[in-house]
């Protein structure tokens, strides 16, 4: 699944067994949110509770292109992105966000795009082409970080990387 926020008011929402579940925390409970339009899990998320973003997924047989916007009470369709991809990265805003790596049978890519606020464009290619990173939804869409990761199927890396906005280091 996915998540967005901090500590004090944050969103969870998908994952293996409960697709279309959301649960909102206040930083003391949690509740039951609205659920989201097409389940899935292994996508890339950023936002906030009551602004966030969930992109692409994995749905057995199939990676998704969808997007989702939660606006705080209910999921909404957003922008397609351009490569469907699972276990990617995410993080930004609703309206500045960012989806980098991620799997697509039979290797992992290296692919990252933006999102602003209503379509997925083109970024700058990460250096390492990696999946189900450490800690890869920490940032701003011109200010993120990429840390570690799985380079293939029972193969991980410790690399970490700095997107700009426009290129990664």
Do not use: H
């Not at 916007?69 to 469907?84: C, H, M, R």
């Amino acid at each position: 699944g996915g998540g967005a926020g901090d500590q004090n008011a944050a969103v969870i929402f998908g994952g293996v067994n409960t697709y279309t579940c959301t649960e909102e925390y206040n930083g003391t409970s949690w509740a039951a949110g609205g659920a989201m339009i097409n389940g899935r899990y292994a996508g890339g998320a950023g936002g906030s509770q009551n602004a966030a973003f969930y992109a692409t997924g994995y749905i057995s047989p199939s990676t998704k292109t969808c997007n989702e916007e939660y606006d705080g009470s209910s999921w909404s369709s957003g922008g397609a992105l351009i490569t469907g991809r699972y276990a990617l990265g995410g993080g930004g805003t609703q309206n500045a966000g960012i989806a980098f790596n991620g799997f697509v049978a039979p290797a992992a890519r290296n692919v990252t795009e933006e999102y602003n606020g209503s379509s997925w464009s083109t970024g700058g290619s990460t250096i390492n082409s990696k999946y189900a990173m450490a800690a890869g939804d920490m940032g701003l869409q011109n200010s993120i970080l990429s840390v570690g990761g799985l380079t293939s199927p029972g193969s991980f890396t410790k690399t970490t990387e700095e997107y700009n906005g426009t290129s990664w280091s």
